[in-house]
């Protein structure tokens, strides 16, 4: 007797395990869908999203949209909701999913999605690359006639754009960046990995863009514009003070990976001196993002450069300084100005915010302030305004900042964001 009953234990035993652990390769699906939705973890690495991770999307007719999770990056589908995942790229596709590229995936409980006639793992749907991002040109041009670029990713159903940027392709000078920043930003993938390389495309000619981000190379930049090698290198020194590339969309401003390593492409930045980029810009990145956080509020978010900062050659003339010179010619020019604006379209109240990207000056004179301070007025921005290595910072009206800085596009505004 006491075998019969081990043996009944030992059946119920295993049936339990085969619930529990949700058979990938179950082929059917419930009739009708368990109670318990799908809480997934977006959270980078020991979360429920694998490498490669593909794109999680919504879907309104032919148009898709990124689902985002919580703010504590915590997805929650419920039972009978689909959603889409997408693996972008000539050579990508979902693994084990005959090459598709597209797939719906149904949320059946737990972590259980149905896909293609099967019960899936969520954890187990990946790509066999990560989403490929390409740039494109927009048919609209903007400012003064210049080229419009979108950053984004070739879906079966649109072309879903994440950053657009206004390009001037003489002077290979991105202008400004626009992307809309999710109030969900706090919820974003901490730690994921940069790419291995920056992506180029056809926007730089016949320079070779990465080259001019060495630091020899800058060196060498250096003493040709300022005919001085000890000039140069009193400006440079390496691991410490360099010009970096500086993204104008940052990459921890999107939550996911994927969306990440979309921000590095050459266009998505501009030369920028390390001390500020680690210092007051990177400080107001982080105070946008807690911003958008707190108040729950999507924003859209501008960044651009202005003007080209100098340094005093050999005969102590003031010398215009680039990324990129070869003989007498000159490109890639280096901004005396970084600037952002913050945008709210629901309430059209935006902020404007400037940075000096200088560390070189002796004193702070009054024709750095292209626009009337307000920044006595923003509570919420944590940073060190006058220190002049990490960048004089500062903020302003949108509108007043446009009289000073042309490029901008026309936003209506209706009041400063606080």
């Known amino acids: 007797m006491l075998w019969i009953v081990s043996l009944f234990i030992?059946?119920?035993?295993?049936?339990?395990?085969?619930?529990?652990?949700?058979?990938?390769?179950?082929?059917?699906?419930?009739?009708?869908?368990?109670?318990?939705?799908?809480?997934?973890?977006?959270k980078y690495k020991y979360g429920d999203l694998k490498e490669p991770q593909p794109l999680i999307l919504t879907r309104n007719g032919t148009a898709s949209a990124i689902l985002y999770p919580n703010i504590n990056g915590t997805l929650k589908v419920q039972t009978g909701q689909s959603i889409y995942l997408a693996c972008p790229g000539e050579q990508n596709s979902l693994r084990n999913m005959n090459y598709a590229q597209e797939v719906k995936a149904t949320c059946v409980r737990n972590k259980i999605f149905h896909v293609n006639g099967e019960n899936r793992n969520f954890s187990s749907l990946?790509?066999?690359?990560?989403?490929?991002?390409?740039?494109?040109?927009?048919?609209?041009?903007?400012?003064?006639?210049?080229?419009?670029?979108?950053?984004?990713?070739?879906?079966?159903?649109?072309?879903?754009?994440?950053?657009?940027?206004c390009r001037n392709e003489k002077t290979y000078n991105t202008y400004y960046t626009k992307f809309r920043m999710t109030k969900l930003i706090g919820g974003y993938q901490r730690s994921y990995p940069r790419p291995s390389k920056w992506m180029v495309g056809d926007y730089f000619g016949k320079i070779d863009i990465n080259r001019q981000y060495n630091f020899n190379t800058q060196l060498s930049t250096f003493q040709k514009l300022l005919n001085s090698s000890e000039l140069a290198k009193s400006h440079l020194a390496k691991s410490r003070q360099f010009l970096s590339r500086g993204h104008l969309t940052a990459m921890v401003d999107f939550v996911y990976g994927a969306l990440q390593s979309l921000t590095f492409w050459y266009i998505n930045a501009a030369p920028q001196w390390m001390s500020f980029n680690a210092g007051n810009w990177e400080r107001l990145e982080n105070s946008i993002r807690n911003f958008s956080t707190y108040r729950s509020l999507d924003l859209d978010v501008y960044t651009g450069v202005h003007g080209q900062m100098t340094l005093p050659n050999a005969r102590g003339k003031q010398q215009d300084i680039y990324l990129y010179v070869n003989g007498t010619s000159r490109a890639v020019p280096v901004p005396k100005f970084y600037w952002k604006i913050i945008y709210d379209p629901r309430s059209k109240k935006g902020t404007a915010f400037i940075g000096l990207n200088d560390p070189f000056i002796e004193s702070i004179t009054e024709d750095i302030y292209i626009c009337s301070d307000i920044s006595s007025k923003i509570k919420w921005l944590l940073w060190r305004p006058n220190d002049i290595k990490a960048g004089i910072s500062y903020a302003c009206t949108v509108d007043d900042l446009r009289k000073a800085v042309p490029t901008i596009p026309k936003i209506q505004t209706v009041g400063i964001l606080t």
């Open 10 to 42: 030992h059946i119920l035993l295993v049936d339990a395990r085969s619930i529990e652990n949700d058979v990938e390769n179950d082929k059917t699906i419930d009739t009708e869908f368990a109670p318990n939705n799908c809480i997934l973890s977006m």
């Open 126 to 165: 990946t790509c066999y690359h990560l989403p490929e991002h390409t740039a494109r040109h927009m048919k609209s041009p903007c400012y003064n006639g210049n080229t419009h670029v979108e950053i984004g990713f070739n879906l079966s159903t649109n072309f879903l754009r994440v950053i657009e940027l």
